[in-house]
């Protein structure tokens, strides 16, 4: 591995690093707040949190990591055109071609990373999240309707679901209105 490469590897390694890190924290937490209804006020053990969190995880890092990957280029160069190091490189001799031949095989290398990734692990992952969740809701059913919102009840067995407005409801006489 020659020089230049080592070079251009170790300053595309730190903003993959925070770009992945930031993008897939903002992701998470985004698709972990939508589904907080799920979880919150049944009393469920930490266990099954812990569980619901890691098999949420995969679909985030789906969608992150080829973000981070954007970003840690995007920044790079624009990085290295500010310091006038691929006018430098350019002036010294060096090929264009060589000077993106390491960020290019890393990113093949990654789409065939992400392709194993997206064909084994993420549907794998998803399956469980939703048996998960449908345990949940099936051992732990908590309903509550809101008011102008459309509510969706699930049933028993699954294959459909009813929805449920009401404009107001009147909690004394547990009664709804249109």
Known sequence: MTIITKHLIKAHLGPFLFAFSALTGLLFLNA???RMENLVGKGL???I???FLILS???TVALTLPMSILVALLYTFSEMTAANELTAMSAGGIRPLRILMPPLVLGV???GVMLLFNDRILPSANHQLKNLVVDISETSPTFELRES???RIHTQDRSRNI???ASSIDRATNSLEE
């Open 109 to 111: 290398g990654m789409a």
């Open 45 to 47: 053990p930490w266990s």
């Open 49 to 51: 949190i812990g569980e």
């Open 149 to 151: 919102v459309i509510n």
């Open 163 to 165: 929805y449920l407005q």
């Open 32 to 34: 972990i707040a939508q």
């Open 57 to 59: 995880l995969p679909h």
